[in-house]
């Protein structure tokens, strides 16, 4: 039974470029939730998502970051036009219908801006 | 919103020794207390977690106590090995589903 699965592992981007972070949830899991990690801190809650519905978005920037969960397919954070403190490693959770809080994560992006 | 401090931030044992971890919390109505292992560029790994409903649980060698009246939950980690040497993380739950995680602590375990 795979976990949740995350690519790319390492990205790279120049400032003003877009970054688009990838995650599919275990087997059986919809809910999804994604995280920053800054070096040496915690997790930060970002958003939460359902199929096809954003929850809870309440610790995303206002501006530059959006995120998905299509019908199909995998959920997508995506960062425009980057800046270097974006720079931090970016995990994707996902826990069963039916206990929203044990969550999952999977093994991370790690997002560089030069 | 919920409020997560976690006490200390490095902590160095030897093996064998037991290592103790301590969580505060501030938002009464969590209920939810995970504890995550998060090795060196891996993500995080859920390795145990309470309900506000029991005050203790166990796994093997980690154990989890909540003091729910002084807001407060403990990790103990019995007869460490050095393959227990992670940083671990508490959280409590903040609303309807997230988690509030604490900064984290840094376990050394020395042969």
């Known amino acids: 039974n795979a976990g949740v699965m995350q690519n790319p592992r390492h990205l790279v981007r120049r400032r003003g470029q877009e970054a688009r972070l990838r995650c599919s949830p275990m087997k059986g899991h919809s809910h999804v939730y994604w995280y920053r990690q800054l070096p040496e801190e915690g997790l930060k809650f970002m958003v939460y998502?359902?199929?096809?519905?954003?929850?809870?978005e309440s610790g995303m920037p206002k501006e530059r970051f959006s995120a998905e969960f299509p019908k199909e397919g995998p959920s997508i954070l995506r960062i425009q036009q980057v800046v270097r403190g974006d720079s931090a490693a970016y995990f994707c959770?996902?826990?069963?219908?039916?206990?929203?809080?044990?969550?999952?994560f999977g093994p991370g992006t790690r997002l560089t801006v030069t | 919103g919920e409020n997560v401090e976690q006490h200390p931030s490095t902590l160095s044992v030897q093996e064998g020794d037991s290592a103790v971890i301590k969580c505060t919390y501030s938002?009464?109505?969590?209920?939810?207390f995970p504890w995550y292992k998060q090795e060196l560029g891996k993500g995080p790994q859920l390795i145990i977690d309470i309900r506000s409903n029991v005050g203790e649980k166990k796994d093997q060698r980690i154990a989890v106590t909540l003091n729910k009246t002084a807001k407060h939950f403990s990790l103990h980690i019995t007869e460490t090995q050095p393959e227990d040497s992670a940083v671990y993380f508490c959280?409590?739950?903040?609303?309807?589903?997230?988690?509030?995680f604490g900064k984290g602590t840094m376990l050394l375990v020395s042969p």
């Open positions: 938002d009464s109505a969590s209920n939810y």
């Open positions: 998502l359902q199929k096809e519905n954003i929850i809870d």
């Open positions: 959770a996902s826990s069963p219908q039916d206990t929203h809080y044990e969550q999952y």
């Open positions: 959280a409590a739950n903040s609303g309807y589903s997230t988690l509030t």
